[in-house]
């Protein structure tokens, strides 16, 4: 499920309480929080050190920063014999992710999953999400555990106190739903859809010939009802557990950007730990990425199933011209941010592209 999707009806009592404090608050309040949770913690304690992970995605489900997590701490704790925990804090029970960044940066929030929310202090980031760049979830996933996932990695490393720990994958590719069937590129034209608030989803859709409407998450439903948009682009699962196949029953299987997960962690959390802690943190990282993408690729699947038993319509279409009429924006973004060319040559080079 992406990041996007909020389960605010369903906060416990403890986090209205903490929605009031200010964040360096919150993040110091996580014995209380714990103490607190009606459905228990996630995650363990360590004998030294616990290390806090905050996420806006749901505690206790599976989802993407979930699943990674779950067989972090097991791998962590182990390694470690239980000097070095992590507890997760779903539900932004430390206050909205986009403030995490900053949190990071000085020390009061060990780790995140989310990497969007950089793109401010870190815009070369941006290159993940230009429109049809990768041919799939494996795919990118083959390209950044290469030089082009390292490159972005130091990109981060030099703009930032904090480091990447590698790349899982989200709970699936992004499509397009929309009330009526398009099965080409000339169907986009003029189609009111949906895109996540990011300079990067409206360009590729703007490029499609649609008329790319961003709207905050929570308008989506309402607006897709009334009429205010044609559709909208996002994961399966966040199309099936948010019903907006309600009132749009046509998938085109566009898969048109992967939006990678990555654990990120402080520098400055990293420096509490010994030598040999820190390396168990890295180790821990690449074991639960490891881990996490087959699950994210079978959650993935099984949502797409789902979608399908309540009356939703898959559409194949030629990828092809969709990434002739996107390319531009490759070469202006990365005109824009210089060092993105290198990584833009690595991906085209490991995917099998033209440049």
């Known amino acids: 499920m992406s990041r996007e999707h909020r389960h605010n009806t369903t906060r416990r009592a ?3 309480g903490a929605a009031a404090l200010p964040l360096g608050l919150v993040l110091a309040w996580g014995g209380t929080a714990r103490a607190q949770t009606q459905s228990g913690v996630r995650g363990r304690e360590g004998k030294a050190v616990t290390l806090k992970l905050g996420s806006s995605q749901p505690t206790h489900t599976e989802n993407a920063h979930s699943v990674f997590f779950d067989a972090f701490v097991e791998e962590l704790t182990s ?11 779903g539900d932004s029970q430390l206050g ?21 929310n950089w793109t401010t202090s870190v815009p070369e980031l941006g290159v993940l999400t230009m429109g049809f760049l990768f041919p799939s979830m494996d795919g990118q996933g083959q390209v950044l555990d290469g030089s082009a996932g390292q490159q972005l990695q130091d990109i981060f490393a030099k703009k930032t106190k904090a480091e990447i720990l590698g790349w899982c994958y989200n709970f699936g590719g992004r ?25 990067t989803f409206v360009q590729t859709f703007r490029l499609l010939g649609a008329s790319p409407v961003p709207m905050s998450f929570s308008e989506i ?36 950007i992967f939006d990678p997960v990555a654990p990120i962690i402080s520098n400055a959390s990293l420096k509490r730990l010994s030598d040999s802690q820190q390396q168990a943190v890295r180790r821990a990282a690449s074991t639960a990425v490891k881990a996490q993408r087959p699950k994210a ?8 199933d789902e979608l399908k038993r309540n009356g939703v319509q898959t ?4 990828r092809a011209p969709l990434v002739n009429a996107v390319k531009p924006l490759w070469s202006s973004f990365t005109d824009q941010h210089p060092d993105t060319k290198q990584v833009l040559t690595a991906i ?6 033209p440049s």
């Open 14 to 16: 403890v986090l209205r």
């Open 79 to 89: 390694a470690t014999n239980g000097e070095v925990g992590a507890i997760f804090y």
């Open 96 to 116: 909205p992710e986009d403030k995490y960044p900053t949190a990071i940066t000085f020390g009061t929030l060990d780790m995140m999953l989310t990497v969007s």
């Open 175 to 199: 499509n397009v739903l929309g009330k009526a069937p398009i099965r080409s590129l000339a169907e986009f034209r003029g189609k009111k859809l949906r895109v996540l608030p990011s300079p």
């Open 221 to 256: 439903y309402t607006s897709l009802q009334t009429g205010v948009i044609d559709g909208l682009e996002h994961d399966p699962p966040t199309i099936l557990q948010s019903k907006f196949y309600e009132s749009a029953k046509n998938l085109t299987l566009t898969q048109h």
């Open 297 to 304: 690729a079978a959650a993935a699947a099984a949502a797409m």
């Open 315 to 318: 559409i194949d279409i030629d």
């Open 348 to 353: 085209l080079a490991a995917t099998g592209q």
